[in-house]
């Protein structure tokens, strides 16, 4: 079996979002659309005929439902091990290193960690895994290797992530914890090793001191025998000073990070998940950092202090040659689509001012699109169900024909690349943003990064004498179709994809009557030239 029908396999039966990694473990396509959307079939066979040796990775997170601890330290096996109940049947892969990775359901919001439990990581939301049959390097020899499954997903299904070690990384319900526990851990023998090293992983994963007492505390009086007060601060003062003198091998514990890390990122994410606690971690991880700036493999990211990116130097190829060439189907009130041609991915921005007819017109859009076949997602920021309801009354349609033939309504304000249709039709009235008026380029860039074969029209304020939109140029950069929404007139600001040849339309102007705050009435005169 070819890797492509192999990893064909793993989204059919396994539900796992896959995609082709080089040699290097670094993904070979962009692949943050697929941290919350599975790849089709298509594109699965698309990938590995381009990269026919490409190995195979499982997103993790919700996208798959896939949380992997990544026991890399065989030393610490055992310890890692107490945090899973006894007995508790899993699937498991071995790494050319002589590794394991447990697999596991993703719990809610579970991100990322590195060394927050010695001896492993969690590959859990924004990032991925190898899979077998892929082949990596031995990290010590360069020997050559291959994964391969000591226990099969096919025959052993994922349970829950186990609550112990989820509860020690997250450094909450710390009863729960114990409760699971103390059954198998200090007690008589192993109770000294057992509380110091439960301090000195709450401390490494950057816990302050005074609640790493409470917490010891708790666990001295579980102990069998029992550990008095006196000795479990010591066992705290004991741990403190070991990280303090512990020597962090901050370049290799920052690049296996940035494996892990995908677009911009803060310099206090690293020290959280790193355990940068100390003025001097975290002087190491900015020197660290500013080396890699100027080797080029990392960016800052003008305007915000203490944020960066990683420099991404794979790019995707555009197959153009296998395109569809028909255009999106759509219809736009006011004779849009006379001047401008929709394709999938398209990004449309409407920068409205205050009641000037954004919300008209979006309603407009999924009025003449229903019944098409295509989901219309409209996201609304500021309407109640009511309010909605009585815009949705000024249509001349029954009230339940909006539900029947396809239009769906949703209460949101933010991070709308989490949900949109990435093959529908999604009005977003509106992208609001109150301050650092950049970012909401960023934001646009993840919608169109989620997008497929759908469009999204995007709605944002503008300050009435502006010429663009709250975020200025950088609201300019993605959108095929930019229009400026005032009272009583609809101006083309940006228009890439001309419907007629050789007919330019941008600084086109409409003028427009709103009537009963839904029907638009165009001006006689069309379209014209501005000034």
Aim: with cysteine; proline share 5%.
């Amino acid at each position: 079996m070819t890797l492509g029908e192999t990893a064909a396999l793993y989204v059919e039966r396994m539900g796992w979002s896959i995609i082709p990694v080089a040699k290097n473990k670094k993904a070979i396509v962009e692949w943050t659309p697929y941290q919350t959307r599975r790849p089709t079939q298509e594109e699965i066979k698309e990938w590995w005929i381009k990269y026919p040796n490409a190995n195979i990775a499982a997103v993790t997170g919700a996208v798959s439902d896939l949380a992997v601890i990544d026991v890399d330290d065989m030393s610490e096996k055992a310890n890692i091990d107490k945090l899973i109940p006894a007995g508790l049947q899993f699937p498991i892969s071995r790494t050319p290193s002589g590794g394991l990775h447990y697999f596991f359901k993703c719990p809610d919001k579970l991100r990322n960690s590195v060394k927050k439990i010695a001896g492993s990581d969690v590959r859990a939301e924004k990032g991925y895994v190898l899979l077998p049959p892929s082949k990596g390097e031995h990290r010590d020899t360069g020997v050559l290797g291959d994964y391969s499954w000591a226990v099969k997903p096919s025959l052993i299904k994922r349970p829950t992530f186990p609550s112990p070690y989820l509860t020690l990384i997250q450094q909450v319900q710390v009863n729960n914890c114990i409760s699971q526990v103390v059954g198998k851990m200090f007690q008589d023998g192993t109770r000294d090793e057992d509380l110091f090293h439960t301090a000195n992983c709450l401390i490494k994963a950057g816990m302050l001191s005074t609640k790493v007492e409470q917490i010891v505390n708790i666990l001295a009086d579980y102990c069998q025998p029992k550990f008095s007060l006196a000795e479990a601060k010591q066992k705290v003062a004991s741990a403190m000073q070991r990280a303090a003198r512990k020597d962090h091998q901050w370049n290799t514990e920052i690049i296996g990070w940035l494996e892990q890390a995908s677009g911009t990122f803060r310099i206090q994410d690293v020290y959280m998940d790193l355990g940068a606690t100390t003025t001097s971690d975290k002087s190491s991880v900015r020197v660290v950092l500013g080396r890699m700036v100027k080797e080029g493999s990392v960016a800052r990211n003008t305007g915000s202090t203490g944020s960066y990116r990683k420099v991404e130097e794979v790019c995707s190829v555009i197959d153009y040659e296998s395109a569809d060439e028909k255009p999106f189907p759509i219809r736009y009130p006011l004779g849009i689509n006379k001047y401008f041609e929709t394709y999938p991915k398209n990004i449309i921005v409407l920068a409205g001012e205050p009641d000037a007819g954004k919300t008209a017109l979006m309603l407009n859009i999924a009025d003449m699109n229903l019944n098409t076949g295509k989901p219309v997602m409209y996201f609304s920021s500021e309407m109640g169900k009511g309010e909605l309801r009585r815009r949705l009354d000024y249509f001349d349609r029954p009230l339940d024909s909006w539900r029947k033939q396809g239009f769906i309504a949703k209460d949101r304000s933010s991070n709308f690349a989490d949900v949109i249709e990435p093959d529908g039709i999604n009005l977003i009235d509106y992208m609001e943003i109150h301050d650092e008026m950049w970012k909401i380029g960023g934001w646009i860039r993840q919608v169109y990064d989620k997008l497929h074969g759908g469009i999204a029209i995007i709605a944002i304020q503008r300050k009435k004498g502006n010429e663009l939109g709250k975020g200025g140029l950088a609201t300019l950069e993605k959108p095929r179709l930019y229009l400026n929404v005032g009272h009583g007139e609809l101006t083309i600001v940006k228009c890439k994809n001309w419907a007629m040849s050789g007919v330019n339309p941008k600084d086109r102007i409409t003028k427009f009557k709103l009537v009963n705050g839904c029907h638009f009435i165009q001006d006689e005169e069309g379209w014209i030239k501005g000034d």
